[in-house]
C-alpha cells in the first residue's frame, strides 16, 4: 500500500478503487464474526472459496465480513447487491447457492420464513433488519475488516479529512456538541463536553483511551464493532484527538476477544501504512500514534480510573473522583476516555453534520444505541435501533417474542449495574433518564429477556455473584456488603430465607450505593433493589412458601412436573413407575390425589407438561397420554379388581354440596381417611360439569360413571335431584353435619347486556352442552354463531356443527393464538367452523322477534400489553360488519349462585365464595368452599385440587388441626434407563399409547428429581 501524503490523494485513491469496481459484479458476503464462526462459518467460507475456484466464476467475489447481527441464524450469507439474505448456512447449501446465484434465482429453503409461513428474500425486509436504523453497524456485513481498502472505499476517513481540510478543533467539538452524542459505555455523560473540558484542561500532553473492555455478562456490541470494522473506531478516535489536542491514544480490549485484537491491530497496522496514523497525518501538522492495550478481563477496570491504572502497568483499582481523568487521567496527564460505540458515530456526525443526528433519538438522548438482545428471545443478536424506541418493539418485533410460546417475564438492561424492567415497563422509551428511572441503566448496551421460566431471585444472586467475584476490594462497602448481600440471596435460594431478609437487603443496598468508592459498588445492588420493586412476592414465596415459581432453586422444588400440577400429583414417580412396566403401582399412586386419572388423561391442559425439563432437549414427556394409558389400561381389563372397601372409623359427618369434580374428590379425600361422607347434587346425575358441560367426543361418558363408581364404593352417599335452598336448607345441613364443603361451581351464565340478547334464538354456551348432555330436546339453527374464545365457546361451535348446523362462525374478542390452543383451533377449522378472532359483538339483529344476524366491529392489537405480555386489543371505529345467522350460541363465561347461603357467607365483590387459600375455610365457622365457586370458572385439575385442599382442610379441623394423613409417602422410583437421543415425541392427539410406547416415553424422563 502506498502513503497517502495528503487529503487529495486519499480521495483520488477512493475514486480509482470505485472506478474498478464492476457494479455487475456479484459478491457473496460470509459473516466472519465470532458467532457465525462458532457455528461452523469458517468450513462455508472454504467451501465457498472452493467453489468459486472450481466453477471459475470470475465475477462472483467472496467477502469475509464481521457480524451482521442475526447470530440466531448463522452462519449468515447475504448475496450483493441484490441483498439475498441466507441463513443457517451449511457446507452441504454452498453448490446450491453457487448454483442459484449464476442463475439468478434463490435458494428458498434457505430464506427467512416467518411464523405464518411466508418467506422473505431480502436482508432489509427480515423483521429483524427493518424497524433497525444502522449507523455503527451499518457496514459491518458489507466489508472486509482486514481490507482497509474496503473501508475507505465506502467513504472510510474522509469525516477525518473534512475535519483537517476545513474544521478547527472547537469546530469539531461543537459539531459534536449539537448532535447530543452521549458516551455510549453506561454513564451517558456528554461527548462534546468531556472533549471540551479535555481540550482545556492545563498540562501536555494529553491523552485519548478508547475502552473496549467489554465486561458485563451478555454484552458483546464493542467486540462485534472492533471485529467487523475496526477502522471506523479508529477514525473517530483520529477526530477525537484532533479535537481535543492528542498525539497518543490506546485501544484498552480484553485479552478474551482474540478476534477483535487481531483485527484492531491489523487495522492499526495498515492504517500506519497508509499514512493514517503517525506523523504528519495526510500531510497535515497533525499527529497521531496508537497503540493496543491487553487488559487481563478485570470488570472493575471497564471503570475510567482503574482502567488508566492497568494501562501505567498497576492494579486495576478505582481512584477517588475528582480529579477526573479529564483533568489529571493516564501518568497525571489530562486523558480523554470514550467506549468504541461512541468513537464508531463520530464518523456520520462529522460528515452528516450533528444537527442531522440529533434528529434521531429523544430529546435527552439522541443518535442510535447497539444493544446486544440475548436470553429467553427468538431472535438473539446484535441490533442498533434508534433512542426513544420502546422495550416492546425491540424484544416483540426486532427480537420476535419468547421462544415456545412461553411469557415474557423481565429484561435485564445494564448488566451487573442494571435492573430488571417488567410487563408494565414494555411501553417505555428506551432513552437514558427513562431506564433510570425504571430502575435500570442504559449500561453499554446488554438486553437479557427473560421468561416464566427464570427465577428473579436466583437472576440477582448470579449479578451480585458476579460484581462480588468482581470487586477490586478496595472499599469496605463493596469488597464487605456484596459478600453479606450475595451470602443472604444464597439463603433465600437455599430455602433458608428469613421475612427479615427483604427489609436487610434494601437497608444493605441503600448503604452500598452511597458510599462506595465506585461506580461497581454504587450500582452492584441495582439488580436486587429492581427484583424486589418488582418482583416482591417471588421473594416472598422463596422465604415463606419455601416454593420457586420457575423450578430453578433445586433445593425449593422436588420436580417441576409434580410441583405444577394443581392437584401435587407425583408425576416424577407414576412416570418412573410406568418405565419399569409397573402400571397397577402407577395408577395406584396417581389416584391417591386423584380420582378421575382417565378424565384428567384426556382432558387436562397439563400444565405438569409445559414445566418439563426435557422441553430444553426436544419436546416434554407426554404426561398426561402416560397417565390415560395407565387408567384405561383397567378399563380394558373389564375393572376385575375389587372395588375399595368402606371403612367408617370417624363418628363425623360431613356435607358436600355439588357433585363435581372438586366435590367428588373432597368426598373421595375424606372417605378414605373414615369419614362419613353425603354429597348434595341438584341435577339428576353426578360429575358436574363433567357429565354436563363437556361434550361425548371429548371423553366416553363410561369412563365418567366407572370412575365415580370407585368414589362411591367408598361409602359415599350421592342424594341426586337435591337442590339446596330449594329442597334442604342450608342451615339443616349445617347443623345435621360436623362440617360442609361448598363446591356448586361456576352454574350461572354471564350475559352480554347488548342488543337483542333476550329472546327466542339465543342461548347460553352453557345451556347448550346440558341439554346436549341430557338428551334434551334442543332447536339448532342452519347458520349459528358462537361467541367467546374458551373451552365452552369451542364445545358449544364443534357441537353443534356436529348436530348438523351448516355454517357455525366463532366470534371472539382475542386474537387467534389467544382461542383455547393451537391445536383446538386448527381442529374447529378442519371441522368448517369459520373463526372471526379480534372481532366484537355490538349487537343481535332481530327481525319479527327471531334472529337474523349479529353486527359486528373489528379489532387490531395495540402497542399496550397486559400483565401477562400479551397486547391489548381496541375495537376499529368504522368496522362494522353483519353476519347473517338465525341462532346465537353466547359462551363468554359462567358465574356463581350462592343466594342460598342467605348471606351467611362472606363473599368477594364479583359473587364469588371468600376462602382461606390454605385451608378453603370460610367465613364461618366449620364450613369450607373450592373450586369455581371460589375462583370463578377454572379447569378440572384445578377443581380437584380444591377438592383435595378442603379435604385436608377438614380434616385438619376436625382433628384440632393434625393431619391425619393415610397415603404413605413413596420411596422415589429411579429409572432403569435413560434414553437422551431420541429427538421425537409422539402427540397424545395421534391416539392411545401401547404398553412399549408408554414405556419407551417413560425412559425419555430426565430424573431431573435426582439433585446432585
Not at 481498502?149 to 476517513?157: A, K, M, T, V
Not at 354463531?785 to 357441537?799: E, K, T
Not at 370460610?922 to 364450613?927: C, D, E, I, K
Request: hydrophobic share 35%.
Amino acid at each position: 500500500m502506498n502513503k497517502l501524503r495528503s487529503i487529495d490523494e486519499l480521495k483520488e485513491y477512493r475514486d480509482s478503487l470505485n472506478k474498478v469496481k464492476d457494479p455487475k459484479k456479484v459478491t457473496i458476503s460470509v459473516c466472519g464474526g465470532t458467532g457465525c464462526l462458532a457455528l461452523g462459518a469458517e468450513s462455508v467460507i472454504n467451501a465457498f472459496l472452493e467453489k468459486i475456484k472450481e466453477h471459475k466464476l470470475e465475477n462472483v467475489g467472496l467477502v469475509v465480513t464481521g457480524c451482521p447481527g442475526f447470530c440466531e441464524r448463522g452462519p449468515v450469507v447475504v448475496i450483493l447487491p441484490k441483498q439475498i439474505f441466507y441463513q443457517k448456512v451449511t457446507i452441504e447449501d454452498v453448490e446450491d447457492i453457487i448454483s442459484s446465484t449464476i442463475k439468478d434465482e434463490v435458494v428458498e429453503r434457505l430464506l427467512y420464513c416467518e411464523a405464518d409461513g411466508k418467506k422473505i428474500i431480502y436482508e432489509n425486509e427480515v423483521p429483524f433488519y427493518a424497524k433497525q436504523k444502522r449507523i455503527v453497524l451499518a457496514n459491518n456485513g458489507r466489508i472486509s475488516p482486514t481490507k482497509i481498502s474496503d473501508y475507505i472505499e465506502l467513504d472510510g476517513y474522509s469525516a477525518l479529512a473534512k475535519a483537517l481540510k476545513g474544521m478547527s478543533p472547537t469546530d469539531v467539538i461543537e459539531e459534536v456538541k449539537a448532535s447530543g452524542l452521549r458516551g455510549r459505555g453506561g454513564a451517558g455523560f456528554p461527548t462534546g463536553l468531556k472533549w471540551e473540558f479535555c481540550r482545556k484542561a492545563k498540562g501536555e500532553p494529553k491523552y485519548l483511551i478508547c475502552n473496549a473492555d467489554e465486561g458485563d455478562p451478555g454484552a458483546f456490541m464493542d467486540r462485534a464493532v472492533l471485529e467487523g470494522n475496526p477502522h471506523l473506531v479508529i477514525e473517530g478516535m483520529l477526530i477525537a484527538a484532533y479535537a481535543i489536542g492528542s498525539e497518543q491514544g490506546y485501544v484498552y480490549v480484553r485479552a478474551e476477544y482474540p478476534l477483535a485484537i487481531k483485527n484492531i491491530k491489523s487495522a492499526t497496522a495498515q492504517a500506519e501504512e497508509m499514512g493514517l496514523l503517525g506523523k504528519n497525518i495526510l500531510g497535515t501538522n497533525f499527529s497521531f500514534s496508537l497503540k493496543i492495550k491487553e487488559g487481563a478481563g478485570a470488570f472493575v477496570c471497564g471503570e475510567e480510573t482503574a482502567l488508566i491504572a492497568s494501562i501505567e502497568g498497576k492494579r486495576g483499582m478505582p481512584h477517588p473522583r475528582p480529579p477526573f481523568p479529564a483533568q489529571s487521567g493516564l501518568w497525571e496527564k489530562p486523558t480523554n476516555i470514550n467506549n468504541v460505540e461512541t468513537f464508531a458515530n463520530i464518523q456520520y456526525i462529522i460528515l452528516e453534520s450533528g444537527k442531522e443526528y440529533a434528529k434521531l433519538g429523544t430529546e435527552t438522548s439522541k443518535g442510535t444505541k447497539v444493544f446486544a438482545l440475548s436470553g429467553k428471545i427468538n431472535n438473539t443478536g446484535l441490533i442498533e435501533v434508534p433512542m426513544g424506541t420502546t422495550l416492546k418493539e425491540v424484544i416483540f418485533e426486532i427480537g420476535g417474542g419468547i421462544p415456545k410460546g412461553k411469557k415474557f417475564k423481565a429484561v435485564q438492561l445494564g448488566g451487573p449495574s442494571g435492573g430488571c424492567l417488567t410487563t408494565q415497563h414494555l411501553d417505555l422509551p428506551i432513552d437514558y433518564e427513562t431506564l433510570v428511572g425504571a430502575g435500570a441503566m442504559m449500561g453499554s448496551g446488554g438486553m437479557v429477556v427473560m421468561d416464566e421460566d427464570n427465577c428473579m431471585i436466583e437472576i440477582a444472586r448470579f449479578f451480585m455473584e458476579f460484581t462480588q467475584n468482581e470487586s477490586c476490594g478496595k472499599c469496605t462497602p463493596c469488597r464487605i456488603g456484596t459478600k453479606r448481600m450475595l451470602e443472604i440471596l444464597t439463603r433465600i435460594t437455599e430455602g433458608d430465607g428469613k421475612e427479615e431478609d427483604i427489609d436487610t437487603l434494601i437497608k444493605m443496598a441503600k448503604t452500598i450505593k452511597d458510599t462506595s468508592l465506585c461506580g461497581l459498588g454504587q450500582t452492584a445492588p441495582n439488580p436486587i433493589l429492581s427484583t424486589i420493586t418488582n418482583f416482591r412476592k417471588e421473594y416472598e414465596d422463596h422465604i415463606k412458601q419455601k416454593r420457586c415459581s420457575a423450578y430453578v432453586c433445586e433445593k425449593l422444588y422436588t420436580a417441576p412436573c409434580s410441583d405444577t400440577c394443581p392437584a401435587q400429583t407425583e408425576v416424577y414417580s407414576y412416570v418412573a413407575l410406568i418405565a419399569e412396566e409397573r402400571f397397577d403401582e402407577a395408577l395406584e399412586l396417581i389416584k391417591e390425589k386423584n380420582p378421575f386419572p382417565s378424565i384428567c388423561g384426556r382432558i387436562c391442559y397439563h400444565p405438569c407438561e409445559a414445566k418439563c425439563k426435557r422441553a430444553e432437549i426436544d419436546k416434554p414427556l407426554a404426561l398426561r397420554a402416560l397417565k390415560r394409558f395407565v387408567s384405561d389400561r383397567e378399563l380394558e381389563l373389564e375393572r376385575i379388581k375389587p372395588k375399595p372397601v368402606s371403612r367408617f372409623a370417624r363418628p363425623e359427618k360431613i356435607a358436600v354440596i355439588g357433585a363435581g369434580s372438586a366435590g367428588l374428590t373432597c368426598a373421595y379425600y375424606l372417605a378414605k381417611r373414615g369419614y362419613s361422607v353425603t354429597v348434595f347434587e341438584a341435577l339428576e346425575t353426578p360429575g358436574g360439569m363433567l357429565a354436563v358441560g363437556i361434550p361425548g367426543y371429548r371423553f366416553n361418558k363410561r369412563i365418567l360413571r366407572a370412575e365415580i363408581e370407585d368414589i362411591v364404593a367408598l361409602g359415599i352417599e350421592i342424594r341426586t335431584k337435591t337442590e339446596v335452598g330449594k329442597d334442604i336448607r342450608f342451615d339443616e345441613i349445617k347443623e345435621e353435619y360436623n362440617a360442609v364443603f361448598i363446591a356448586i361451581g361456576a352454574g350461572l351464565n354471564k350475559k352480554m347486556r347488548i342488543e337483542g340478547e333476550d329472546g327466542k334464538g339465543v342461548i347460553s354456551g352453557l345451556t347448550f352442552l346440558q341439554n346436549v348432555n341430557l338428551g334434551l330436546p334442543i332447536e339448532i339453527g342452519e347458520r349459528i354463531a358462537v361467541i367467546g374464545g374458551g373451552f365452552c365457546a369451542m364445545d358449544s361451535a364443534r357441537q353443534a356443527r356436529k348436530l348438523g348446523a351448516s355454517e357455525v362462525s366463532l366470534i371472539c374478542m382475542r386474537s387467534k393464538k389467544r382461542i383455547v390452543n393451537p391445536e383446538e383451533v386448527i381442529t374447529a377449522e378442519n371441522e368448517g367452523i369459520k373463526i372471526e378472532s379480534l372481532t366484537f359483538l355490538k349487537r343481535i339483529l332481530r327481525e319479527n322477534g327471531k334472529v337474523k344476524g349479529i353486527e359486528c366491529l373489528k379489532m387490531r392489537l395495540t402497542d399496550f400489553f397486559d400483565k401477562d405480555g400479551k397486547r391489548v386489543a381496541e375495537q376499529i371505529i368504522g368496522s362494522e360488519f353483519i353476519i347473517d345467522v338465525d341462532m346465537v350460541i353466547i359462551a363468554i363465561g359462567r358465574r356463581v349462585s350462592s343466594d342460598f347461603l342467605e348471606g351467611k357467607i362472606e363473599l368477594y365483590p364479583e359473587g364469588t365464595i371468600r376462602a382461606n387459600n390454605e385451608t378453603l375455610g370460610t367465613s364461618l365457622t366449620g364450613v369450607f368452599a373450592g373450586g369455581d365457586a371460589v375462583t370463578g370458572a377454572a379447569t378440572v385439575i384445578e377443581a380437584i385440587a380444591a377438592g383435595n385442599r378442603a379435604g385436608k382442610g377438614i380434616d385438619r379441623y376436625l382433628n384440632n388441626g393434625i393431619d391425619s394423613e393415610v397415603i404413605k409417602r413413596r420411596k422415589r422410583q429411579a429409572m432403569p434407563t435413560l434414553i437422551t437421543t431420541e429427538k421425537k415425541m409422539r402427540s397424545e392427539k395421534e391416539g392411545e399409547f401401547t404398553a412399549n410406547m408408554a414405556i419407551k416415553e417413560a425412559k425419555r424422563c430426565l430424573r431431573c428429581y435426582e439433585k446432585e
